[in-house]
């Protein structure tokens, strides 16, 4: 049973920066897409960015130019690196992985982060 495991979250002043992290446990090598999804209240849960096992990175628009994600495969670890942080990031940020076989999905339990204006 694969099992995510996200850090980094919490409260930040408008324009800091945050690094949060994500490390999957029982998945081995076969992780295929790494990705962090974030809801705000009242809000859908969004795709933040993805990034394949071979680095192919792609982001929402709204955090295209502050936003980097990156992983580590030797760790199944995936970050999402966020600078200029506005108060529209408040959210939780979920990490997601979909592994190669069957394409099956995992979540973790979602990281808290709040900006402050």
């Known amino acids: 049973q694969v099992q995510l495991a996200e850090s980094g979250g919490g409260l930040v002043q408008a324009g800091g920066s945050l690094r949060l992290s994500c490390a999957a446990s029982?998945?081995?090598?076969?992780?295929?897409?790494m990705a962090w999804y974030r809801q705000a209240p009242g809000k859908q849960r969004e795709l933040v960015a993805a990034?394949?096992?071979?680095?192919?990175?792609n982001y929402v628009d709204s955090v295209k130019d502050r936003c980097i994600i990156s992983r580590d495969n030797t760790k199944n670890t995936v970050y999402l690196q966020m600078g200029s942080l506005k108060p529209d990031d408040t959210a939780v940020y979920y990490c997601?992985?979909?592994?190669?076989?069957?394409?099956?999905?995992?979540w973790g339990q979602g990281t808290q982060v709040t900006v402050s204006s």
């Open positions: 997601n992985v979909r592994m190669f076989i069957n394409m099956r999905e995992y």
């Open positions: 029982g998945a081995g090598t076969d992780i295929d897409v």
């Open positions: 990034i394949t096992s071979a680095g192919s990175a």
